[in-house]
């Protein structure tokens, strides 16, 4: 288990204006929650938090040992990160949701499998390592959670897969992801569709053009149809 230190500051002053001041001044606004206990508002240094996140790949399933000034505990408080929001357009850190755990209670995360090695399949057949399943869902004390799961691949052959149940898990880890689905495997290379040739002396067929039915007019010294006759008389009938 990874553990890290975050320290942070008592934040009494809530509104939009007093955060967007505090995010001039380099802090991002965070809460702690903690189960039957009132929820904390904090200022932790943006520089701080970035490097952390920066270091630690899955930032979220680490312990951060938060040291809070003028807090009332006098220890630490053990968290794991709820959710970091950013910013939609620049992408910056927005706002940390920190949630307080106990050490000796079971909790649920999600931990990264790695795949480790160079597959038979890949190198000698050129077929390609499909990552199906990046992460999967753990249950355990705060203390036994692993960094991530290494799979080693080096002897996956083509049509091979590696499926949750098959994973390494640490002892005292229990998986909670469905145990049939399929974390890697090896796919067949991609076939490229070669266009069919064409046959000497054929002639490329020519989608038909539908044209719309116009009537043909009527020439001289032609007869008009009975009906175009008896309408034309009858105009004049009424004409007179």
Not at 141 to 168: C, F, Q, R, W, Y
Not at 202 to 220: F, G, H, Q, R
Request: charged share 35%.
């Amino acid at each position: 288990m990874e553990e890290i230190s975050l320290s942070a500051g008592l934040r009494e002053e809530l509104g939009r204006g007093k955060v967007k001041d505090l995010r001039g001044k380099g802090f991002i606004p965070a809460v702690v929650y903690a189960q039957g206990k009132e929820t904390i508002a904090l200022a932790v240094s943006r520089s701080e938090l970035l490097r952390l996140v920066h270091q630690h790949h899955n930032i979220e399933s680490v312990v951060i040992n938060l040291k809070v000034k003028g807090d009332k505990k006098e220890k630490a408080r053990s968290c794991l990160i709820k959710e970091i929001q950013y910013e939609p357009v620049h992408g910056d850190i927005f706002h940390v949701d920190f949630n307080e755990i106990s050490l000796t209670k079971a909790i649920k995360v999600n931990v990264p499998v790695v795949a480790k090695g160079e597959p038979v399949g890949v190198k000698q057949d050129g077929g390609s390592l499909e990552h199906n399943l990046w992460e999967v869902e753990v249950e355990c004390l705060p203390t036994n959670i692993p960094g991530n799961i290494e799979v080693d691949v080096s002897a996956m052959k083509m049509g091979d897969a590696v499926h949750v149940k098959d994973l390494p898990i640490p002892a005292g880890v229990k998986v909670l992801s469905d145990p049939e689905a399929a974390v890697l495997s090896i796919a067949e290379p991609m076939k490229e569709e070669v266009p069919a040739e064409a046959v000497e002396g054929e002639i490329p067929l020519e989608p038909e053009v539908i044209k719309e039915k116009k009537e043909a007019p009527v020439e001289e010294g032609q007869e008009e149809e009975p009906k175009e006759k008896e309408a034309k008389e009858k105009e004049k009938k009424e004409e007179k």
